[in-house]
């Protein structure tokens, strides 16, 4: 793929340019650039000044095709394509899946409609036979190729997630006693099969399995060297392995271990490794929910919370927050700390206090900073300062409004920011994080 990038009326141009270097320099080695809308095609994307004319005129005048003449390379005319088709998968500008999405959903609406009702959710066919059905005619054509799919964003896995366990829910559909459907975990476990989201983990896996095993050495030491971009299929490969590492913590040879080690793995014994990793999905431990789940809540609320002191378990933070409170009388260390109503570390001016060990206990970089630079308060300020805090809370509980509610927007107060330690993750949105100039100011 070769980027280009112009003022809108001569980027047709540019475009034409850069496709003429590059078949000579094809021609120059022996090789041939082959246009054409499945093989060497442009993308476009307008912006800006003059660009619905330059559209236009690639459109309607040009016919969707520029017209390229090389030195010494056969002339040739390059097609623009609204979206393109790469190994099976199609993409827009900036490799947005979105197309592929729409295709493949379409193509599932499509079997179903043929199937549902005749074969996928006949009860005259055992129920065993109706999940190999649906293997072999659906999920087979939809599952095609997503091996060679990037990391999905949170919304476009839920619309995996989605689109599989409708072709599961038309095997095994029934309603619990209370009148629910029954939940997609229940579902997986009932039929027997993996969650959709380790489909798609193993899938990537097994290709890069067989990628290393049979693409010639200099492949190999490129994809050794090679350093995964976010959201690039080599990321979202690591996430993976990472993943299968940590689920089977009991196999050590899933261990976690760099990307190149498991390339030259891959490559000695590419056998062992499908195995291995086809064993570990349909394990126990990879159908748990944890494992699969699409967003952080649905993690959370199958996540356990062990208290440090009794080692009770919880279902959510909260709870065990409200239990280390109430049984064990402790509180926040950031109340503990903070004696303002602003966050003394990004200097942002909540209004309340309460707001203010929101953001607090919310935000890692203020919070490790703020237990590091700042000693905790005697006892004595300590209770004056919640007791302040309790009456204010009990005033907006009168009101009806939350506990941290402030009729004010929260302001950046003037003043440089203090030097911090440097923040663990990516606090995206943050005074200290590469979002910064999307925050709050005054
Ligand atoms: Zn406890
Ligand atoms: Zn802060």
Redesign the pocket.
Known sequence: MIPVTSPAEGLADAVVITAECTADVFHRYGFALRAGRTKTAVVFQWHGKGAVQARRSVDLTLNCSLSCRPARAPHFSLPSVPVYKHLGTRTAVGAAMGPEFAFKESMLRDDLRRLRRRVLSNPGIPQHQRAKLAQACVLSRLLFHIGAWPGLSATLAGRFHTMIMKVYRCVIDRKEDDGYHISDERVIKDLGVMPPLVVLRLARVLLAVRVASRAPPFVSQLLCRAAAAPSSWLRALEVDLEIFGRACADDPALAHRPLDHWWSLFRAEPHACRRRFARAAASEAMSHVCVWARTRAEKELTEEHR??????AFRSRQALAV??YI??GRRSEVRRSLSTTFCPICLLEFHTRERAVKHLDSTAVCRANLLLMHPALDDECFRALESASADVIRELRAAGRSRSFASLPCVRLAGPLPLVMAPAGDPKGHPHGPGRKWHASS
Do not use: D, I, Q, W
Request: hydrophobic share 20%; charged share 10%; glycine share 20%.
């Open positions: 208290c440090g002191e009794c080692g009770s239990h280390a049984l064990h």
